[in-house]
């Protein structure tokens, strides 16, 4: 009996969890794997104290971004045409579209790769190809709420990187010290690892993507709430009405914030076992070059044995599987919303060509980058620089935005969301004025 009910528990529990779970785990892709990889193997456990800052900077924009979905009720590209200037907005599409492209190229790239290290026999370019195909069907044909279900549980495959620091057996003590005791070298490599941690932490296509999924949700609650309100209309005042209307946007806006630090920590907890794993069996052992998420995989197997391998290979495609729809959605809704075109992933095929066809070329184009000469680790290096650069300017709008009491009536920011913000802002500024010096 009461195995049931905690079954029944979890169920609703896991029910509540959407969006802000999605986009806190689809953040852990096949590229944000390698970077992880790469700071754990050329530093050991230095950086691990960065997931302690991370998580309080991504919860709070993620958080600000879920808000002005559910009260806006459209996405945020649609909120940037109707309230700022036309300049911003395609500043934003130039820098934003051809980063995601090629974080999808290196997603791609980077589960072909993993795959032919499970099945060495089949050529990772045969395996991009069809996880490019499933992809595509699975985002074209999937309806919304039956992909989300699919996002959701790939979400547990973010689990499995949990496990590997068990098989590498790590010196807590020293765990516990360079968690809660923060080391940085002023130096070049250092610096350039530091800003690519909070760069694939905190990415801009997730802000698009949280608010677009928010509105598109509280637009299906609001349509169930609003039925509710005319069938009992007649035994209401206005009073009345407004206030269960107020409590019910209270209630999202709750539910929202659960999803939503659920869905950071978990992103933030992978980012920290990762380099866990990869800081105690790479860095340990003397291998401290890796440039690939095949490479670490790789390198694992020999240091902490097969379990720890497949663990990690097979993560490598599941999260492949949930980003690159998060990041050609994110995509499709910021040109689509751009230009006017009409279209979502609930609509079929037919009733959405124009944003369907925009999906279809990313994924295209995400495919044929590393086929034109340009490897997953340029891709990584060029979208960190992309990202970098448009951060700052989409923190300070998404902060202004919740700020506006024209947009946002009674649901601006707190005083922790605004000091935490701007936090981020400094932060992700400091990372992009360091990123171009270090080229130069």
């Given at each position: 009996?009461?195995?049931?009910g905690t079954s029944?528990?979890?169920?609703?529990?896991f029910k509540?969890l959407g969006?802000g779970?999605v986009?806190?785990?689809?953040d852990d892709?096949?590229?944000?794997?390698?970077?992880?990889?790469?700071?754990?193997?050329?530093f050991?456990?230095?950086?691990?104290?960065?997931?302690l800052?991370?998580f309080?900077?991504?919860?709070?924009?993620?958080e600000?971004?879920?808000?002005?979905?559910?009260?806006?009720?459209v996405?945020?590209?649609?909120t940037?045409?109707k309230?700022y200037s036309r300049?911003l907005?395609?500043?934003?599409?130039?820098?934003?579209?051809p980063a995601i492209v090629l974080n999808i190229?290196?997603d791609i790239?980077?589960m072909g790769?993993?795959a032919?290290?499970l099945l060495?026999s089949v050529?990772p370019?045969i395996?991009?190809?069809?996880?490019t195909?499933?992809?595509l069907?699975?985002?074209?044909?999937?309806?919304?709420?039956?992909?989300?279900?699919?996002l959701?549980?790939?979400?547990?495959s973010?689990?499995?990187?949990?496990?590997?620091p068990?098989f590498?057996?790590?010196?807590?003590?020293?765990?516990a010290?360079?968690?809660?005791?923060?080391?940085?070298?002023f130096n070049?490599?250092?610096?350039e690892?530091?800003v690519?941690?909070?760069?694939?932490?905190?990415?801009?296509y997730?802000?698009?993507w949280?608010?677009?999924?928010?509105a598109k949700d509280v637009q299906?609650?609001?349509?169930?709430f609003?039925?509710?309100?005319?069938?009992?209309?007649?035994?209401e005042d206005?009073?009345?009405?407004h206030?269960k209307?107020?409590?019910?946007?209270?209630?999202l806006i709750?539910k929202?914030?659960?999803?939503v630090?659920?869905g950071?920590?978990l992103?933030?907890?992978?980012?920290?076992?990762?380099?866990?794993?990869?800081?105690t069996a790479?860095?340990g052992?003397?291998i401290?070059?890796?440039d690939t998420?095949?490479?670490a995989?790789?390198a694992?197997?020999?240091?902490a044995g097969?379990?720890?391998?497949?663990?990690?290979?097979?993560?490598?495609?599941g999260?492949?599987?949930?980003?690159?729809?998060v990041?050609?959605?994110?995509?499709?809704?910021?040109?689509?919303?751009t230009f006017?075109?009409?279209g979502?992933?609930?609509?079929?095929?037919?009733?959405?060509?124009?944003?369907?066809?925009?999906?279809?070329?990313?994924?295209?184009?995400?495919?044929?980058i590393n086929?034109?000469?340009?490897?997953?680790?340029k891709?990584?290096?060029?979208t960190?620089?992309?990202y970098?650069?448009?951060s700052?300017l989409l923190?300070?709008?998404v902060?202004h935005i919740?700020?506006?009491?024209?947009?946002?009536k009674?649901h601006?920011?707190?005083r922790?969301?605004?000091g935490l913000?701007?936090?981020?802002?400094i932060?992700?500024?400091?990372a992009a004025?360091?990123?171009?010096w270090?080229?130069?």
């Open positions: 009996m009461n195995s049931k029944s528990k979890l169920t609703k529990f509540v969006p779970l986009t806190g785990a689809s892709d096949p590229s944000g794997i390698a970077t992880y990889s790469q700071a754990g193997a050329k050991g456990l230095t950086t691990l104290w960065v997931a800052i991370t309080p900077l991504m919860a709070a924009i993620q600000m971004c879920a808000r002005i979905g559910i009260v806006t009720s996405g945020l590209t649609t940037l045409k309230h300049f907005l395609y500043l934003m599409l130039i820098f934003s579209v190229g290196a790239a980077g790769a993993v032919n290290l060495p050529s370019i395996f991009s190809v069809a996880f195909l499933l992809l069907v699975m985002i074209i044909y999937l309806p919304y709420q039956k992909m989300v279900a699919v959701k549980y790939l979400c547990l973010l689990l499995l990187y949990i496990a590997v068990f590498t057996h790590p010196d807590w003590w020293q765990v010290r360079r968690t809660f005791i923060p080391t940085i070298h070049k490599d250092f610096i690892i530091l690519a941690l909070l760069g694939t932490t905190i990415s801009p997730l802000f698009f949280q608010v677009t999924m928010e299906s609650s609001r349509q169930l609003l039925a509710r309100r005319r069938i009992l209309k007649n035994e206005h009073t009345v009405a206030a209307e107020k409590n019910f946007m209270s209630l709750k929202m914030q659960l999803d630090n659920l950071m920590l992103s933030n907890l992978v980012m920290f076992f990762i380099i866990l794993a990869t800081g790479l860095f052992h003397g401290s070059q890796i998420v095949e490479q995989a790789k694992l197997q020999p240091v097969d379990a720890s391998y497949l663990v990690f290979t097979v993560g490598v495609i999260t492949g599987l949930l980003a690159i729809p990041l050609s959605g994110s995509l499709s809704y910021i040109v689509s919303e006017g075109w009409k979502d992933l609930d609509k079929k095929f037919f009733q959405a060509k124009s944003f369907y066809i925009v999906i279809i070329i990313s994924l295209l184009l995400g495919l044929m086929y034109w000469g340009l490897s997953p680790i891709a990584l290096f060029y960190a620089i992309l970098g650069l448009t700052p923190i300070g709008i902060l919740a700020n506006n009491k024209k947009i946002m009674t601006t920011n707190s922790l969301s605004n913000g701007f936090a981020t802002l932060v992700m500024t400091a004025v360091a990123l171009i270090l080229q130069f």
